[in-house]
């Protein structure tokens, strides 16, 4: 089923994309042999011709090929695979006088058409963020926790107040803090924060964010009154993965003192903070008990220590605002780790393909409590992919919608094509490296799910 359902999201993303290409193609009159959802044979066929609307079944491609009727006219596939979709126009691909064709459009109108995919992605994102902010609200930058002896706390920030800035970096919403210090090198040993007390006084510190401390590899929050800390988050190969401890499990107690709450457990680990001594805890799945024993690790993190964890139901207009925030966010996101990727700050085991998305899915909603919770995880998942589609398909590499603008604009500068069997050969030498990354990436997710 989880496998279902990441394909669907896939399948709805891609679409989404083709439909930009598709509709900029009939607006700039290029002509579409065929606009299809799924890959491999056609279960349903829509066209229609000079002579009315056809709708047939499980059509042949002989049987397309052979039908005069249906030439010149584009054809709406539902295929069999719900696996993506595609958008097939005349002279894309290979060399087509006909004046329909997208060699014989201009170079503008050629531009207008491979950007569309692109930017569909992030209006679908942003479309789909809009929906999931007006249904869950909001996460703005206030403090909603700071560690009491953190160097946030000695500097005077305090709960309720508001991080508008790190090193002179936007911080808007939870999620630019939630990620800033592991896309960006903190080269000194203290970092400006920016930020506007609860009284509307804004202040800034000179903070020192890095920390050393005991950890077991997990985090927590709060779910259900009284079934214990809900875990929220397991770190891969931490000692709690290690003692085989999920997400969606709770615990229950620890060292024998019990929890009801992640209160209760917060409470606990400020009385007794973990020193690297062995722990014994015990945790609850389907309603069966196991205790285990961890021993925390030594990390040295880099953090203010703080959490932002409250939503806020806004106006139409804030809505708006914070979702165009949001796709802003996972657009720089994802640039940024490209970048990291490039120089080396992210390693082979923090990059996933569709293997490792279909498990990350799969995690989520097994997580979920209810079907709306996962519904909206699934939604924020799609806001996510949605992003990276549209900044993985602007990289100027060959095949690529970017690769394909790259020769388009040497096209402006040159004021003349390039020649299209070099671009059609530097395209397909583009396809099979695209593939030949694919297949490693894959076999890295499946590698990584079997170990961990």
């Not at 201009?106 to 930017?119: D, E, F, H, N, T």
């Not at 620890?254 to 805890?281: F, Q, R, W």
């Not at 079907?371 to 998942?381: F, R, V």
């Not at 059609?424 to 961990?452: A, C, E, P």
Request: aromatic share 8%; charged share 20%; proline share 3%.
């Amino acid at each position: 089923m989880n496998i279902i359902i990441a394909l669907l999201i896939f399948t709805v993303i891609v679409v989404l994309h083709e439909l930009g290409h598709f509709l900029l193609a009939k607006k700039n009159g290029v002509g579409v042999t065929e606009f299809s959802v799924g890959m491999g044979p056609r279960l349903i066929t829509f066209v229609k011709t000079d002579k009315g609307c056809n709708l047939k079944f499980f059509v042949s491609q002989k049987y397309v090929e052979e039908c005069e009727e249906w030439q010149g006219h584009t054809l709406y596939s539902w295929k069999l695979l719900p696996i993506g979709g595609s958008c097939a126009m005349i002279g894309e691909d290979e060399e087509n006088d006909a004046p329909n064709s997208f060699q014989k459009a201009g170079v503008w109108a050629k531009i207008s058409i491979i950007a569309a995919g692109p930017i569909f992605n992030f209006i679908s994102a942003f479309i789909f963020a809009t929906i999931l902010l007006a249904i869950v609200g909001y996460n703005p930058s206030k403090v909603t926790y700071i560690a009491p002896d953190s160097a946030a706390a000695q500097a005077g920030i305090k709960e309720g107040d508001t991080i508008t800035s790190i090193d002179g970096h936007k911080i808007k919403i939870g999620s630019d803090y939630s990620v800033y210090f592991s896309i960006h090198n903190v080269k000194n040993d203290t970092v400006l924060v920016k930020y506007t007390t609860k009284e509307g006084e804004k202040k800034e510190a000179n903070i020192d964010p890095h920390y050393t401390y005991y950890r077991l590899g997990f985090s927590y929050e709060e779910r259900d009154e009284n079934m214990g800390a809900y875990v929220s988050v397991v770190l891969e190969n931490g000692p709690m993965a290690k003692a085989g401890v999920k997400v969606g499990d709770y615990i229950t107690s620890i060292n024998g003192v019990k929890v009801a709450s992640m209160k209760e457990m917060g409470d606990y680990l400020k009385e007794s903070p973990l020193d690297g001594s062995e722990v014994t805890l015990t945790y609850s799945r389907d309603g069966k008990e196991t205790e285990i024993k961890v021993t925390p690790v030594k990390a040295t993190v880099t953090s203010l220590q703080v959490a932002m964890g409250e939503r806020v139901h806004g106006n139409v207009l804030q809505v708006i605002s914070y979702s165009a925030t949001e796709i802003r966010f996972w657009i720089t996101t994802t640039i940024k780790s490209l970048g990291m990727l490039v120089t080396g700050g992210v390693s082979k085991d923090d990059v996933s393909g569709v293997v490792g998305i279909v498990d990350m899915i799969g995690d989520t909603v097994d997580a979920s409590r209810t079907t709306t919770d996962a519904l909206l995880s699934l939604l924020n998942i799609a806001i996510f992919l949605s992003a990276n589609l549209g900044v993985m398909n602007l990289l100027p590499f060959p095949a690529l919608d970017g690769g394909r603008l790259v020769f388009l604009i040497i096209e402006v500068i040159r004021r003349k094509p390039v020649n299209q069997k070099i671009e059609g050969m530097v395209h397909l030498v583009g396809i099979i490296l695209l593939m030949i990354l694919m297949l490693l990436v894959t076999f890295n997710d499946i590698t990584r799910i079997i170990t961990r």
